[in-house]
């Protein structure tokens, strides 16, 4: 399994939030830098400080960080929606999530947080879901809200909205790939609200943003890490309900389709799945028969906001993000390097330093002043690619 160790303490004022809000919504910092930039600095107001001239050292001049007066309005745009925004190492903070590599430094909750606390089970798949795929999805959801287990998807049509709507009395998740108060698609409004009301909606992006395609495979993510074990009801060859499941694997948990028609397209996906490997589902009684056999998942110690953060993590890849030391003549050739073996598919950070056949703190900063500078991306499970 992959899991993260980052180790945090979490903001106990509100200067500090503001402080971690500034640096995740910074120009380039995704989760995977936030914590980088953490564990090198201590703290977010030293991060912020550092990252002009982080950014300048990958050939970026005019950085600003986030601003204090941004952050501010966040969170009283969120805080007037309802909302909270729970902080990674948290005792509200979901441990299953904790577990990943990249979690979301901070999430928007809106609804019952109580939730999270309690087993949870994915149901995803097609937008355009077939009679049979939409009937299957509510009886699935229905027998795991009896069994006492959440149902966690992504509000979209199709699949997500049936499992949302038979888990309602239950206990369901709706994780948004836009801001906490922008509901999408829009139909589903109504839904949303219900939700908010017995349930409980997630978002790791500001309040106000109305999702773009690049949004979902991010939230799809969080889908996963929260479950116990993913479930594809109907998807196609190509879709996001299969980036879900190949996340889910990615981040050791246990995935599980439900087998459709040869001959047609939406359970291509689901097809590939269990030909590939994945549990075959008939009924809610499969998921449960193989949830009672994988041990719980462990939960991660919370980190005492008295403790200072410690600097140096085991077993996870100290990144520096000063400049290096080494002659600056030879950064642009491994920049040129590591830009020749990527590509638009991921490849493992771990695997590239491999092909490199040098050492990982002198590739570490390389990959981050890359990161900044616009030219490579990070994508959950640790995987690097150029930018598209």
């Known amino acids: 399994m992959h899991s993260s160790t980052h180790t945090l303490a979490p903001p ?55 601003s204090i007066a ?57 937008r355009n879901a077939s009679s049979l795929g939409t009937r299957m999805a509510k009886r699935l959801a229905e027998g795991l809200g ?113 087998p459709g028609h040869p001959f047609d397209a939406r359970a291509a996906g689901c097809n590939m799945l269990i030909r590939d490997g994945a549990m075959l589902v008939r009924g809610v009684d499969d998921i449960l028969e193989m949830l009672e056999q994988e041990p719980q998942l462990p939960l991660p110690a919370v980190a005492d906001p008295d403790v200072p953060v410690r600097r140096h993590t085991p077993n996870v890849v100290d990144i520096p993000t000063r400049a290096p030391t080494r002659p600056a003549a030879d950064t642009p050739k491994l920049h040129a390097a590591i830009l020749s073996r990527l590509g638009p598919s991921p490849v493992a950070e771990d695997q590239l330093i491999r092909d490199l056949d040098l050492p990982a703190h002198a590739i570490a900063p390389e990959l981050l002043n890359l990161e900044l500078d616009g030219q490579i991306t990070r994508q959950a499970g640790g995987l690097l690619s150029l930018k598209p």
């Open 12 to 66: 106990t004022r509100e200067a500090s939030l503001v402080a971690w809000l500034r640096l995740i919504r910074s120009r380039r910092v995704g989760a995977a830098t936030f914590f980088r930039l953490m564990a090198e600095h201590g703290s977010a107001d030293a991060a912020l400080e550092a990252l002009p001239e982080v950014a300048r050292a990958a050939g970026v001049s005019t950085y600003a960080p986030h």
């Open 70 to 126: 941004a952050a501010e309005a966040e969170l009283a745009r969120g805080r007037q929606a309802g909302a909270r925004l729970i902080a990674y190492g948290s005792a509200d903070y979901p441990a299953s999530l904790a577990q990943i590599t990249d979690p979301p430094p901070l999430i928007w909750a809106l609804g019952r947080v109580d939730l999270l606390r309690q087993p949870m089970v994915a149901l995803v798949g097609a």
């Open 146 to 258: 009896e069994a006492g287990i959440v149902t966690v998807s992504g509000l979209a049509r199709g699949v997500d909205t049936a499992a949302h709507m038979a888990s309602l009395a239950t206990g369901t998740i709706a994780v948004q790939a836009g801001g906490i108060d922008v509901i999408y698609p829009t139909e589903n409004t109504r839904l949303g609200e219900d939700i908010a009301a017995s349930g409980l909606r997630l978002s790791e992006e500001p309040p106000g943003l109305h999702p773009q395609a690049r949004h979902f495979p991010r939230r799809n993510r969080i889908i996963s890490g929260l479950a116990r074990a993913v479930v594809v009801v109907e998807a196609a060859a190509r879709s996001g309900s299969l980036i879900t499941a190949k996340n889910a694997l990615d981040q050791g948990r246990d995935v599980l389709a439900v």
